[in-house]
C-alpha cells in the first residue's frame, strides 16, 4: 500500500488493455496526487481484510492499520482515498469538473 501511494511508476497496470480507461499516467496517478496533497486517506478492502494508511504532503503519518472485516462487510472490496489539495503549491481555487469526473468513474 505504501509503495503504490509514494513510488512513482509502482502502479499495477502494465498491460495495454488497462490504460483504455485507466486515470493513470503509467504507475504515476496515485503517488502524484499523493504528493500534491495536504493529506491523504487510503482504505482498501480485499480478501476479507481492511487496511487503512494516511499521509501528510506525500509522506506517511502513520503505520498501515490493518483489521480483519466483519462477516456483514465481508463482501466490500475496492479502494476509497480522500485528499485534500496542498494550497501552498494550488494557489488559486480548486475545482473540480463534476461532469467529468462522473463520466470516468463510469468507464
Same mark, same amino acid.
Given at each position: 500500500?505504501?509503495?503504490?501511494?509514494?513510488?512513482?511508476?509502482?502502479?499495477?497496470?502494465?498491460?495495454?488493455?488497462?490504460?483504455?480507461?485507466?486515470? /493513470?499516467?503509467?504507475?504515476? /496517478?496515485?503517488?502524484?496526487?499523493?504528493?500534491?496533497?495536504?493529506?491523504?486517506?487510503?482504505?482498501?478492502? %480485499?480478501?476479507?481484510?481492511?487496511?487503512?494508511?494516511?499521509?501528510?504532503?506525500?509522506?506517511?503519518?502513520? +503505520?498501515?492499520?490493518? %483489521?480483519?472485516? +466483519?462477516?456483514?462487510?465481508?463482501?466490500?472490496?475496492?479502494?476509497?482515498?480522500?485528499?485534500?489539495?496542498?494550497?501552498?503549491?494550488?494557489?488559486? /481555487?480548486?475545482?473540480?469538473?463534476?461532469?467529468?469526473?462522473?463520466? %470516468?468513474? %463510469?468507464?
Amino acid at each position: 500500500l505504501e509503495t503504490v501511494l509514494t513510488v512513482l511508476h509502482a502502479g499495477g497496470k502494465f498491460d495495454s488493455a488497462s490504460y483504455k480507461v485507466s486515470g /493513470g499516467l503509467h504507475g504515476v /496517478g496515485i503517488s502524484v496526487v499523493n504528493a500534491l496533497s495536504d493529506n491523504l486517506s487510503v482504505k482498501v478492502h %480485499r480478501q476479507g481484510m481492511e487496511y487503512y494508511q494516511e499521509y501528510a504532503k506525500g509522506k506517511p503519518t502513520m +503505520e498501515v492499520e490493518q %483489521r480483519m472485516l +466483519e462477516p456483514s462487510e465481508n463482501a466490500s472490496q475496492g479502494t476509497t482515498v480522500n485528499f485534500l489539495p496542498d494550497a501552498s503549491i494550488f494557489k488559486e /481555487g480548486i475545482v473540480f469538473d463534476t461532469t467529468a469526473l462522473v463520466t %470516468r468513474l %463510469r468507464e
